[in-house]
């Protein structure tokens, strides 16, 4: 069985700081990984994917997320976050190999202060 | 393009009851995935519908059931509602099964089992 750990459930930063989010996946094969978000009053949209080739993936609205397969992680970063990317982060994962069945961690929510 | 539509919006029913959840693809997708949602939490996979048929099915009792019509929309049923069923049901669509398009999602239907 495949889960998703997201450590911080709640981050709270400043316009300019840098954000990285944590997550880790447990799953014994090849997996593909997922950064979605939802903007407040705004449906949940992708982010970033990583499926295969260069570990480090650019997604919209310059976030990035690095896929370390030996510590089963694809933390998201941005170097500097705007009020606007106030928000739910949520970080998914779909072993392959088989049928389609994600696995979304619990989310984590980050107020950026003006 | 007109994008993914759910209903209804809101839905207040007892334990015991029956509940069908609509939602509509965006134009041109072929796949529809449905997700349980509860508060405080990521989205649960329940099951994804490609060309009619089920394609990954997440661990949801048989009492949750789906289709998937010729023009691609969707209807979730649960039968027998428990008060555990309170949550937010998000449908998304995609151009694809599996999980390798990108995923679109609806403004989700807020069930409440009382």
């Known amino acids: 069985a495949q889960s998703v750990s997201q450590h911080n459930h709640h981050v709270i930063l400043s316009e300019a700081a840098s954000l990285e989010l944590g997550c880790n996946y447990s799953?014994?094969?090849?997996?593909?990984l997922f950064w979605y978000v939802q903007y407040p009053g705004q449906h949940l949209q992708l982010l970033l994917k990583?499926?295969?080739?260069?570990?480090l993936v650019k997604g919209i609205k310059g976030f990035e997320a690095e896929f370390i397969k030996s510590k089963f992680s694809f933390n998201l970063r941005k170097p500097s976050v705007q009020w606007s990317d106030t928000a739910e982060y949520f970080c998914?994962?779909?072993?392959?190999?088989?049928?389609?069945?994600?696995?979304f961690g619990r989310g984590t929510s980050l107020i950026v202060h003006p | 393009e007109t994008g993914v539509t759910q209903s209804p919006t809101h839905l207040i029913k007892t334990r015991g009851q029956q509940v069908t959840l609509r939602c509509s693809s965006q134009?041109?997708?072929?796949?529809v995935s449905w997700y349980q949602q509860a508060l405080g939490q990521g989205p649960q996979f329940i099951f994804q519908?490609?060309?009619?048929?089920?394609?990954g099915r997440g661990n949801f009792p048989p009492r949750f059931s789906g289709l998937q019509f010729p023009n691609y929309s969707s209807e979730l049923n649960v039968n027998a509602l428990e008060l555990d069923d309170s949550a937010l049901y998000l449908c998304?669509?995609?151009?694809?099964?599996?999980?390798?398009?990108?995923?679109?999602f609806g403004p989700g239907t807020r069930l409440t089992v009382l």
């Open positions: 519908y490609y060309r009619e048929e089920e394609n």
């Open positions: 134009s041109g997708h072929n796949t």
């Open positions: 990583y499926f295969s080739g260069d570990p």
């Open positions: 998914a994962v779909n072993g392959r190999g088989g049928s389609y069945i994600p696995t």
């Open positions: 998304a669509s995609s151009q694809g099964g599996g999980g390798y398009n990108e995923q679109f």
């Open positions: 799953y014994g094969g090849t997996v593909n």
